[in-house]
């Protein structure tokens, strides 16, 4: 089934990079994603990678996949204060579009 | 644009007691999916329908039901509710297009219910 794991907590200073890291257990996963939550608000979907591919940039995020060791990360560069908030990623696979999500990582940015 | 209405944003009920939180999908979405998220935890799917039929179906209890109407709103309907429901529950809707992998879902903004 899927299993998705990510560490909890990141402090990170303005303007530098930040790195949020996950782990997952379905190999037939076929894309993953990023979502952002702020307080009190909904979940916003920030960028997506399809499985086959190993890297995606979308202006200051990077995401990187590593297939083999199923290893999922998120670099935000130039980290804002608007940055800070839970941070979880999720899997679905073709066919059934349920997300499997992981335990969310808070990142807060300090000015 | 339009974004997925979810209602009410706050709920408060005692325990045994029953809830109905209403979703409105994006117009002209026609898929609609349930999350709960308890507190510190990540969101766990509950059950999506797709021109108002159950498409998936998760961790939803007994206790629990969900219809999509005609007008694809949905409803997520809560009886005997627990204090163990206490919870964020999200509804996101998306636009199922054959031939395409990816649904993206648009997340509503949740309804807090609360067990007393």
């Known amino acids: 089934g899927e299993d998705v794991e990510q560490s909890l907590f990141l402090s990170v200073r303005e303007g530098d990079s930040s790195v949020i890291n996950c782990t997952y257990t379905d190999s037939s996963s076929t894309y993953l994603y990023w979502y952002k939550q702020e307080p009190g608000a909904g979940l916003q979907l920030l960028t997506y990678i399809f499985s086959n591919m190993d890297m995606k940039q979308d202006q200051r995020l990077t995401v990187l996949l590593n297939k083999k060791d199923k290893h999922l990360s998120l670099r935000i560069a130039d980290t804002q204060t608007g940055d800070s908030a839970i941070y979880f990623c999720a899997e679905s696979i073709y066919g059934n579009n349920r997300l499997a999500f992981g335990k969310g990582n808070q990142v807060v940015v300090i000015p | 644009a339009a974004g997925v209405i979810q209602s009410p944003r706050h709920l408060i009920k005692e325990k045994r007691e029953t809830a109905t939180l209403k979703c409105y999908p994006i117009?002209?979405?026609?898929?609609v999916y349930w999350y709960q998220q308890g507190p510190g935890q990540d969101p766990q799917f509950l059950i999506s329908f797709y021109e108002k039929m159950q498409s998936d179906k998760g961790s939803i209890p007994d206790r629990f039901s969900a219809q999509q109407f005609s007008d694809y709103h949905s409803e997520l309907n809560m009886s005997s509710l627990e204090l163990g429901d206490s919870a964020l529950y999200f509804c996101?809707?998306?636009?199922?297009?054959?031939?395409?992998?990816?649904?993206?879902?648009?997340f509503g903004p949740g309804t807090r219910l609360t067990v007393t």
């Open positions: 117009p002209r979405h026609d898929t």
């Open positions: 996101a809707s998306s636009l199922s297009a054959s031939g395409r992998a990816l649904d993206e879902q648009y």
